[in-house]
């Protein structure tokens, strides 16, 4: 919801480079926090010590907030594509394989066999269902 707001205009374009900043810059602290524990880890199997254990289990926390901080950001990512791809039109042969790409580019291929969409409508609002 933020993404954009502090231009003026929140633009798709303007979003997705913020949110490419954002998950760059988020996965580079996930990477940087793994290295650190690891070396932690190493460490403390040498010497035994009780402090870092504490600073451990206080990385191990951080380290899973910033996994799934880099998931919710993909999945983020993931969405301003679909959004995009609406806000150009999608043919419907392509909605299929648009539901099951999976993290990386969006790959699009056309499917001869629509039969697994389902439009539907309700309260004035059209939606359309794979399944």
């Given at each position: 919801?933020?993404?954009?707001?502090?231009?003026?205009?929140?633009?798709?374009?303007?979003?997705?480079?913020?949110?490419?900043?954002?998950?760059?810059?988020?996965?580079?602290?996930?990477?940087?926090?793994?290295?650190?524990?690891?070396?932690?880890?190493?460490?403390?199997?040498?010497?035994?010590?009780?402090?870092?254990?504490?600073?451990?289990?206080?990385?191990?926390?951080?380290?899973?907030?910033?996994?799934?901080?880099?998931?919710?950001?993909?999945?983020?990512?993931?969405?301003?594509?679909?959004?995009?791809?609406d806000?150009?039109?999608?043919?419907?042969?392509?909605?299929?394989?648009?539901?099951?790409?999976?993290?990386?580019?969006?790959?699009?291929?056309?499917?001869?066999?629509?039969?697994?969409?389902?439009f539907?409508?309700?309260?004035?609002?059209?939606?359309?269902?794979?399944?």
């Amino acid at each position: 919801m933020n993404l954009g707001q502090h231009t003026g205009s929140p633009c798709l374009d303007v979003k997705t480079q913020e949110l490419q900043q954002q998950l760059i810059i988020e996965t580079r602290n996930l990477k940087k926090t793994r290295n650190f524990y690891q070396k932690l880890i190493q460490q403390e199997r040498k010497n035994k010590g009780s402090e870092s254990k504490l600073m451990l289990s206080k990385l191990k926390s951080q380290l899973e907030e910033l996994r799934s901080k880099v998931v919710f950001l993909d999945c983020v990512k993931k969405y301003l594509e679909i959004l995009s791809v609406d806000q150009w039109g999608l043919e419907v042969s392509l909605v299929p394989s648009l539901a099951v790409c999976g993290p990386g580019p969006l790959d699009l291929q056309s499917s001869e066999d629509p039969s697994v969409l389902n439009f539907g409508s309700s309260k004035g609002k059209s939606t359309l269902q794979a399944g």
